[in-house]
């Protein structure tokens, strides 16, 4: 989990990360650890300007549950322009397609493995002599940026939602 200090519109703590707050193996059903995790989260998170609880989910790979989504608006970034390449392993997936261009994906987390609605996207040009780790590093300071940017606008500005396409204002 990651908090973003200094950002406009953030009157919260100022963490940059926090340790993991719940592990799934410590729950016999899937339900119980999002209702902790929801639970933990509600606790530690006070609300920001715009009146929601912000959670970035940046390299979290736990698909989230329902009272975690319907209490928290949760970013996620994914090494790979969604809607293509979603799920673990976006980057190698890209190369052995053979794409020419891969990038990375600010995205609003639903239900779904990357599938939520996309806020914005950085293209990544991929090189002949790229390796998986060479790239994905590139990928890498693409997605910092862009994380720090997009969720400077969405805070600072504020967004609409509309079947899918998100608008920053």
């Given at each position: 989990m990651l908090i973003a200090p200094g950002l406009p519109g953030w009157n919260g703590p100022n963490l940059l990360a926090s340790p993991p707050l719940c592990a799934v193996?410590?729950?016999?059903q899937r339900s119980e650890w999002d209702t902790a995790l929801?639970?933990?989260?509600?606790?530690?998170l006070p609300e920001a300007n715009d009146g929601r609880r912000w959670v970035v989910s940046a390299g979290f790979m736990k698909i989230l549950g329902t009272k975690v989504l319907n209490e928290f608006t949760v970013l996620n970034t994914h090494p790979a322009l969604l809607p293509s390449f979603p799920g673990a392993h976006g980057v190698r997936d890209a190369m052995a397609y053979g794409a020419k261009v891969t990038g990375a994906t600010l995205h609003f987390?639903?239900?779904g493995v990357d599938t939520?609605?996309?806020?914005?996207?950085?293209?990544?040009?991929i090189n002949g002599d790229d390796t998986e780790d060479s790239l994905h590093e590139r990928?890498?300071?693409?997605?910092?940026?862009?994380?720090?940017?997009?969720l400077t606008s969405l805070l600072s500005t504020g967004f609409t939602l509309s079947d899918r396409k998100v608008t920053l204002l």
């Open positions: 193996k410590d729950y016999p929801a639970d933990h989260l509600i606790s530690a987390v639903d239900e939520g609605p996309i806020v914005s996207q950085r293209v990544v040009a990928i890498k300071v693409a997605e910092r940026d862009m994380l720090v940017r997009g």
